[in-house]
């Protein structure tokens, strides 16, 4: 066969295989989802509209958040159909219902009996016995080892001399560099806390092929779902393979020499359940990989954020760094206590305010796992809900002028609690927040007593994904306080 025949055969497989696509995508609106929006039994779906076949309206989605106006996805709907907080939808290819208020994100994410995770691909690349996959008992169990490694006081104390120990170093390597690109800096320094804290290892040329790997896996975490060389998918696959072996070796190295690292691996290779046995190395390895997935990117992006919004407000910095004057005063050159975080009261209001505008986690993933009704509407089994976080975050009948950095609105006893949700909530609230927390505050005072730095593109355009970043990574001067 010549090359054009061939050609031909291709553009014609394509074009039936299209054309399918399409029919069975119109077929289901017709005769499933529009059916059930007229439902005779009263209970309907709520308002909204599954968009094009196959592709839903995931161009309107798209182009609100490429537009750097992600908000207005919601304000046209609650525009169209009312401020109920419950509206169809069809992204990512699947059905869905968007839950935009406190009361709706409230009643998807405590109700984890209903609504189970969301993410299709993600057990297949996270593997199977993360506990971002599971569910019911094991999820709890494996939840409570996680916390009493990473955000228990005793795990935080253990955590604190190393975190301090990235900071120093990093801080004064960009510092060095004078002219640095804040999204990559955030990036590394947060693996080399992740490095230090979860594995006990410190820079090195090993340590870079994992980071190596690590970014590879990040990039494909998201993408097509297509084992073929060449896509970010398949090196997604390939990256995790080769971190999965690194951890397997640090674990078999561990049980032979006996050593005791005091790290987030050891505390869980140590954690028992109630009849004495331990984590499998699959449970270990799988969650190491959601453990380094979910503290990566998240906290990267919070140092990154508050840089460039303290840079942008010099009033909020000079606060700032009054308080971490007056701590470093009082501890000199010995490192932070969990003591000395709890003096950070602005420090807290800076990060809340932060987490609240930048929404590094703007939406979240759930799958129906029965028809539910609720509210006279119908959510049915198989679709997808989207708790939409960021909605109540930019709602002025919240937080009065949404889109203003402004940290002393917390302090008002009556900015509701319910309404910001930066960890999501219920029972897959975010493990790590007080270790996100505690990482930013040391992040913070290090960088405030010590360093200056100013922004070289202040009015660089903001691409909101996945994650809100500065376009060109956020150039900036950074150099040591005179
Ligand atoms: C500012 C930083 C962070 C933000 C904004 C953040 C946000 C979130 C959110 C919204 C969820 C809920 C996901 C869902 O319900 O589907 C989550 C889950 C999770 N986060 Fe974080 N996170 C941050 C940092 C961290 C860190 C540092 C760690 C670990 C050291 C961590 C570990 C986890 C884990 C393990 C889960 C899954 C919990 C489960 O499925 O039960 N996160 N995070």
């Known amino acids: 066969m010549n090359v054009q025949a061939v050609a031909v055969v291709i553009a014609a497989v394509l074009g ?24 005779p039994s009263g209970q309907r779906l709520p308002p909204g509209s599954v968009g094009w076949p196959l592709f839903g309206e995931m161009r309107e989605f798209l182009q609100c958040f490429k537009n750097e106006k992600p908000d207005q996805f919601v304000k046209i709907r609650e525009k169209r159909y009312g401020t109920g907080g419950l509206y169809t939808t069809s992204m990512f290819g699947v059905p869905s219902i968007m839950a935009t208020t406190p009361d709706m994100l409230k009643f998807v994410l405590k109700r984890d009996d209903l609504f189970g995770p969301g993410w299709p691909s993600l057990s297949k690349i996270m593997g ?44 004064k390597e960009w510092a060095d560099q004078g002219n640095v690109n804040i999204r990559e800096c955030t990036r590394k320094l ?94 270990l390895k799988d969650n190491l990989v959601a453990l380094m997935l979910a503290g990566y990117e998240s ?87 989207m708790p939409w976080l960021r909605a109540p975050h930019m709602d002025p009948q919240y937080f009065p002028q949404p889109e203003k950095f402004n940290p002393e609105r917390w302090n008002d006893k009556n900015v509701k609690s319910e309404a910001f949700r930066p960890f999501g909530g219920g029972a897959r609230t975010c493990v790590g927040n007080a270790f996100a927390r505690l990482q930013v505050s040391v992040f913070l005072h290090h960088v405030s007593v010590g360093y200056k730095w100013a922004l070289l593109n202040p009015d660089a355009k903001i691409d909101h994904l996945p994650h809100p970043k500065p376009v060109d990574g956020g150039p900036m001067f950074f150099s040591a306080l005179a």
Not at 24 to 37: D, E, G, Q, T
Not at 344 to 370: G, S
């Open 16 to 39: 039936v295989a299209t054309l399918l696509a399409c029919t069975c995508s119109f077929l289901y609106s017709w005769f499933i989802v529009r059916p059930l929006k007229l439902h």
């Open 128 to 171: 199977p016995a993360a506990v971002v996959s599971v569910t019911g008992e094991l999820h709890k169990t494996l939840r409570r080892y996680l916390f009493d490694a990473i955000a228990s006081p005793e795990g935080m104390v253990k955590a604190l001399p190393r975190l301090d120990e990235a900071m120093r170093t990093n801080l």
């Open 190 to 283: 947060t693996f080399h806390v992740i490095a230090a804290n979860f594995l006990n290892l410190k820079p090195s040329p090993e340590l870079q092929l994992m980071e190596k790997d690590y970014i590879g896996f990040m990039i494909g975490i998201r993408a097509l779902p297509l084992y073929l060389p060449g896509t970010a998918h398949y090196t997604a696959v390939n990256c995790r393979r080769r971190l999965s072996a690194r951890f397997q070796a640090l674990i078999n190295h561990r049980r032979s020499s006996k050593e005791y690292q005091g790290d987030f691996l050891q505390s869980l290779m140590d954690a028992r359940d109630p009849d004495g046995l331990p984590l499998t190395d699959e449970q």
């Open 299 to 385: 906290s990267a992006y919070i140092m990154m954020w508050t840089l460039i919004l303290l840079a942008k407000h010099p009033q909020c910095l000079s606060k700032l760094r009054e308080e971490h004057v007056h701590i470093k005063r009082r501890i000199g050159e010995s490192q932070l206590t969990l003591e000395d975080t709890r003096d950070m009261i602005y420090t807290q209001m800076v990060i809340d305010e932060t987490l609240r505008l930048v929404n590094v986690a703007p939406m979240l993933f759930r799958t129906v796992l029965q028809d539910v009704d609720f509210n006279g509407y119908r959510i049915p089994k198989g679709w997808r809900v």
